[in-house]
C-alpha cells in the first residue's frame, strides 16, 4: 500500500460510516475495510488518553489507498475525549462496562496522574454494557467479526494479550515493550474480559509514558505497518 507525501497528512482523505451515537449524540465512526475485516484498531475508549487518538488518526492520514484488511475508531469515547474525561459524559468508564461475567456495579477508581493514587471515582454504569457507546462498540464487532482487536491505552508501556499470540509477540519486538498476559491488577467488566470470554482476540496496546511528539515517532510507524500489514 503507498503512502502520503506529508504535505498531505492534515486531513483523512476518505469518508467514515456512522456505526452509533455517543451519549451526547457526538457521531461514533469507523472507517471500514474494503474486503472482510481482519483487524479492528480502536482508540480513544479513556478520554483522557488523547494521544491514542492522535497516533491512531496520524497513522490513517498517512496512507495512500483506503483500508483493505483493517477497520479504523479513532475516538471509541468522544464524549470524554472532548470533555478530558477518562469516562464518558455520565461518568461511566467504559473499559468497566462491558457484559463480562466479571463485571461489577460498584464504583471503580483510577489514577489523577501515574504517581497518584488511584482515587479518583467513576461509575461502571447502571447494568453491564448500559453505555450507548459500549452497545455500539459491541454490535460492530458482531458484523465486523475481525479475527483480533487491537485497543490502544496509555501509560502502562506494555502489550497486553492473554493469549500470547503472534501478532502480539510480533508488535512487543516491534515497540521494544515487554508483552505481558495482563495489566497486574483486576479489570472486572473490560473489554479484555468480554473478549476472552466471547472468543474474541483483543490485544492492548498500552503506550509508555513520554512527550506526545515522542510518541508519534516511536508508535506512528508501528500502527502504519499495523494498518497496511507490513509489520515486520
Known amino acids: 500500500m503507498s503512502l502520503r507525501p506529508r504535505p498531505q497528512w ?11 451515537r455517543s451519549h451526547l449524540g457526538l457521531p461514533l465512526e469507523v472507517w471500514r475495510p474494503q474486503r472482510r475485516c481482519e483487524l479492528l484498531v480502536f482508540a480513544g475508549i479513556h478520554g483522557e488518553e488523547p494521544e491514542t487518538t492522535y497516533a491512531l488518526s496520524r497513522a490513517l492520514r498517512q496512507l495512500g489507498e483506503p483500508l483493505t484488511h483493517a477497520a ?5 469515547n468522544p464524549d470524554g475525549l472532548i470533555r478530558g474525561t477518562r469516562g464518558n459524559a ?39 454494557g448500559s453505555e450507548p457507546e459500549t452497545q455500539a462498540l459491541l454490535a460492530l464487532i458482531e458484523e465486523l467479526r475481525p479475527d483480533v ?8 508501556a506494555c502489550i497486553d494479550d492473554a493469549n500470547h499470540s503472534v ?29 476472552q470470554e466471547h472468543g ?6 498500552e503506550f509508555p509514558l513520554a ?12 500502527l502504519v505497518e499495523l494498518l497496511t500489514g507490513t509489520l515486520p
Open 90 to 128: 455520565l461518568g461511566v468508564d467504559l473499559n468497566r462496562n462491558f457484559p463480562s461475567q466479571n463485571w461489577r456495579p460498584e464504583s471503580v477508581t483510577c489514577r489523577s496522574t501515574i504517581e497518584d493514587p488511584s482515587d479518583v471515582v467513576l461509575g461502571t454504569g447502571d447494568h453491564a
Open 149 to 156: 482487536v487491537v485497543a490502544l491505552h496509555a501509560p502502562l
Open 200 to 205: 474474541v482476540a483483543v490485544i492492548t496496546y
Open 72 to 76: 479504523v475508531v479513532l475516538a471509541a
Open 167 to 195: 501478532l502480539g509477540q510480533r508488535i512487543a519486538k516491534r515497540t521494544g515493550m515487554p508483552l505481558v498476559p495482563d495489566v497486574g491488577y483486576p479489570t472486572p467488566g473490560s473489554f479484555g474480559s468480554w473478549g
Open 10 to 20: 492534515g486531513t483523512i482523505p476518505w469518508p467514515p460510516d456512522l456505526y452509533g
Open 211 to 222: 512527550a506526545t511528539e515522542v510518541l508519534m515517532r516511536d508508535h506512528v510507524p508501528v
